[in-house]
Nanobody
Framework: QVQLVESGGGLVQPGGSLRLSCAASGYIFSRYAMGWYRQALGKQRELVATVRSDSSTNYADSVKGRFAISRDNGKATVYLQMNNLKPEDTAVYYC???????????WGQGTQVTVSS
């Protein structure tokens, strides 16, 4: 079955960096677009970044120039490098596999990122 397992979250000071990882299994990773979403307390879940199967990317305006999404098809892993973190980046970050044709989307379990001094 499809599994998405995030890691790399934690507590970081403003201006710091973190790298999130999402290890995928149970499907042919290279064929699917992948994304990172986040949900802050009391707010709706929002799309942070997407990387397609051709490695093209898109970002939310709020993270452009600070975050970078990438994928390693050999390791079936998608990454989110987060630099110059701000308190407003505090949220649970979720890995997301986009749906494709008849195959549904999947979510990871989430990893907490807290930006605070």
């Amino acid at each position: 079955q499809v599994q998405l397992v995030e890691s790399g979250g934690g507590l970081v000071q403003p201006g710091g960096s973190l790298r999130l990882s999402c290890a995928a299994s149970g499907y042919i990773f290279s064929r699917y677009a992948m994304g990172w979403y986040r949900q802050a307390l009391g707010k709706q879940r929002e799309l942070v970044a997407t990387v397609r199967s051709d490695s093209s990317t898109n970002y939310a305006d709020s993270v452009k120039g600070r975050f970078a999404i990438s994928r390693d098809n050999g390791k079936a892993t998608v990454y989110l490098q987060m630099n110059n973190l701000k308190p407003e980046d505090t949220a649970v970050y979720y890995c997301y596999r986009y749906a494709s044709g008849l195959y549904p989307a999947y979510w990871g379990q989430g990893t907490q990122v807290t930006v605070s001094s």
